[in-house]
């Protein structure tokens, strides 16, 4: 029989009983929509995280003191003060494959303007600390090394700070107070926008490393330090060297664990790959449960059509239909019912990512691997699904069926 | 040339529960081309399951049916089908057309499981239609039609592939008298063509226009015999001679 026919045959089917073909399709519809939008959440989540790493730059390393493993249990950088910016300056000048090292210290604080106020992250650090996080001047300039030697109170001011304590006004040379300490401003940074983690990098005033440590915070620790490889290649290297040269100079016995942990950006790349891949498996199985019940459905469908068409199936039988062109007839319907919902549950799933993407700004990549997947899936949902209803018609009896009421 | 039909002390026993029933005892009959015959006898003496065997669509429990000189207890199911298809045209008293299905499309079933082109499928459609009178009814629906038209459709249906054989199993059983002789006049006219007819029916009217009676009573044949006078349905119609007791009964002339 013309397979042309069939799905003529088959559509007019499905069109005899609207309502119900169309709540059957809506177990596939939502179950492939649902694949589609979660694994474009996903995948969208992931590509993020990929190009903020990647804007980071690869070469980065970043030590924390304290090990990740001290007797078992993590302990939150910043609460064991084991880093000294000797060190930091030691990885910079010792270390062949260190082409920068800038140590760091953080505090939150309150910064206030001739009229405005805005609390923001203030990091302490070098004027290494702008090359290695790749990071330009939109107007005025760093401050020295000389402006770290004399703790001088000289600041450069994140986009967001500089928008939010002056407005369209130029900040160059104003005075800022933070913690009611006066700050000449030096420059403002180039806007780099939101990080992986959806914070505001904007958002940040830097200044000389000893100032905040002397004059704001009254501490002698540092909090971290960042450490560029001369190349991303250099990386790994750099990560050995810099960990045995801090063992020596803290003076660990072998054996005995770190009192710091050096961080790649390749390591970090990983782990927030690994975790939203593991997101996109997880959001893509809860959604294909649903295209299994989805499927379920036409399987109960399928099963009820069957029956009501019994005199159908014994009429066809009658004038010479063979059980393969019945069975034929029946999986055919099944599959164009899965098939419709797959086509709708695209739809869906596209129209769904994109309210996404619109409303609560979640970037979304809707490959078209995941498309193809969910068609071939609904599909072989269909035929599977289809098949125990359609061998059930083409295995009767062509007297039973007739007389059937 | 061997006949039509042959069959040879055929069973049929159904079982329901602990209870058998034979409805046939050892039916043998031969059936040459171009017979039309008519097959009387009361209820439940076995007269559909004698068509249901003879048209391929059940199996006897004993005896054997050769049709056409093929044996058809040793074939399989695709097989019959395919008898069915080619071989045999079925009618049905309550019609069995598929409902919300045009005739037209109704007349071109059989055609679709046979595979031929789909512009010959609707000149023979079409043909089959118009040698039932109904030319002009391609796309009604069924409930768009009167009884007696939708057994025109069915024996459409029937004769579409150009069957050998045509069964009808109380075809006018639904239909008033002047519509049965109607449906009888062109069984007649198919007869002509060559086409063997068997038909069942309650009423001897209707049997009339056969040139073979066979009897039936409690699955066995009570008589076999041809009919002596030839009537032709055509004729009656065009004398209006088709009032019977059916048609009187309750009704002002
Ligand atoms: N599927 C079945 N299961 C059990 N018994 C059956 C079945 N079909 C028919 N019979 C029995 O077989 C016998 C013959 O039935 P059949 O339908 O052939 O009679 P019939 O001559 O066609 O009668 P009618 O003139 O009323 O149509 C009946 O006694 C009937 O009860
Ligand atoms: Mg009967």
Not at chain 1, 312 to 328: F, N, P, S, T
Not at chain 2, 45 to 74: N, Q, W
Not at chain 2, 167 to 183: F, Y
């Amino acid at each position: 029989m013309n397979l042309l026919i069939v799905f003529k045959i088959a559509g007019r089917a499905l069109a005899r009983n609207t309502m119900r073909s169309a709540l059957t399709m809506l177990g596939i519809i939502i179950g492939v929509g649902a694949v589609i939008a979660m694994v474009a959440v996903g995948q969208g989540a992931k590509a993020q995280v990929e190009a903020q790493i990647a804007s980071i730059g690869s070469n980065l390393l970043m030590v924390f003191p304290g090990s990740t493993t001290q007797g078992g249990v993590h302990a939150g950088s910043g609460t064991v003060t084991t880093l000294t910016e000797e060190d930091s300056r030691a990885i910079k000048k010792e270390l062949s494959s260190v082409w920068l090292s800038a140590p760091t210290v953080r505090t939150v604080a309150q910064v206030v303007s001739a009229n405005q106020n805005w609390s923001t992250a203030v990091t302490g650090s070098t004027p290494a600390f702008f090359p290695i996080r790749d990071w330009s001047f939109e107007s005025g300039s760093p401050f020295t090394q000389s402006d770290v030697d004399g703790a001088t109170k000289t600041a450069v001011l994140g986009k967001t700070v500089a928008n939010n304590l002056f407005g369209s006004r130029d900040p160059i040379g104003q005075i800022v107070r933070i913690r009611n300490v006066p700050f000449k401003v030096a420059g403002v940074l180039s806007p780099k926008g939101q990080s992986a983690m959806g914070q505001d990098q904007d958002d940040t005033v830097i200044i000389p490393f000893s100032t905040l440590q002397k004059r704001i915070m009254g501490v002698t620790n540092v909090g971290a330090i960042l450490v560029s490889a001369n190349s991303p290649l250099e990386a790994a290297v750099a990560q050995e060297q810099v960990r045995l040269l801090l063992r020596q100079r803290h003076h660990i016995p072998p054996g005995q664990d770190d009192d710091f942990t050096v961080r790649s950006m390749s390591d970090i790349a990983a782990a927030a790959e690994a975790s939203s891949s593991v997101m996109t498996l997880l959001l893509g199985s809860i959604a294909s449960v649903s295209l299994i019940v989805g499927g379920i459905g036409i399987m109960n469908i399928m099963l009820v059509s069957v029956t009501e068409r019994t005199r159908e199936i014994g009429i066809r039988m009658a004038v010479g239909a063979r059980g393969r062109d019945i069975l034929l007839q029946f999986l055919v319907e099944a599959v164009v019912l899965s098939l419709a919902g797959g086509i709708l549950g695209v739809i869906l799933g596209v129209v769904g990512s994109r309210i996404v993407s619109a409303f609560v700004h979640w970037p979304t990549i809707i490959s078209l691997s995941s498309i193809l997947l969910a068609f071939t899936f609904s599909i072989a949902i269909g035929v599977f699904f289809g098949l125990y209803p359609a061998r059930r018609a083409a295995s009767l009896d062509p007297i039973e069926a007739l007389r059937y009421e | 040339m061997p006949p039509l039909i042959q069959t040879e002390n055929l069973w049929k026993i159904y079982r329901t529960g602990e209870i058998e029933l034979a409805a046939l005892k050892g039916i043998s009959l031969s059936v040459t081309r171009a017979e039309f015959i008519a097959i009387m006898g009361p209820s439940g003496s076995g007269k559909s399951t004698l068509m249901h065997i003879l048209g391929c669509l059940d199996r006897p429990s004993r005896g054997r049916y050769l049709l056409d000189g093929v044996e058809i207890g040793g074939l399989k199911p695709n097989d019959l089908a395919r008898i069915r298809n080619q071989k045999i045209g079925f009618v049905f008293q309550g019609f069995n057309l598929l409902h919300r299905t045009t005739a037209i499309e109704n007349v071109e079933l059989p055609i679709l499981y046979d595979g031929l082109s789909v512009r010959e499928r609707a000149a023979r459609a079409g043909e089959a239609l118009e040698r039932v009178g109904l030319g002009d009814r391609r796309y009604h629906y069924p409930n768009q039609l009167s009884g007696g038209q939708q057994q025109r459709v069915a024996i459409a249906r029937a004769l579409v592939m150009r069957p050998q054989l045509i069964l009808a199993d109380e075809p006018t059983g639904n239909l008033d008298t002047r519509t049965s002789v109607e449906i009888m006049a062109l069984f007649q006219e198919l007869n002509r063509d060559g086409i063997t007819i068997m038909v069942v029916t309650h009423e001897p009217d209707v049997a009339r226009y056969a040139s073979r009676i066979i009897a039936f009573r409690d699955g066995i044949i009570r008589s076999d015999r041809p009919v002596s006078r030839h009537t032709d349905a055509k004729e009656v119609l065009s004398k209006g001679l088709f009032e019977s007791s059916k048609d009187a009964r309750g009704e002002v002339p």
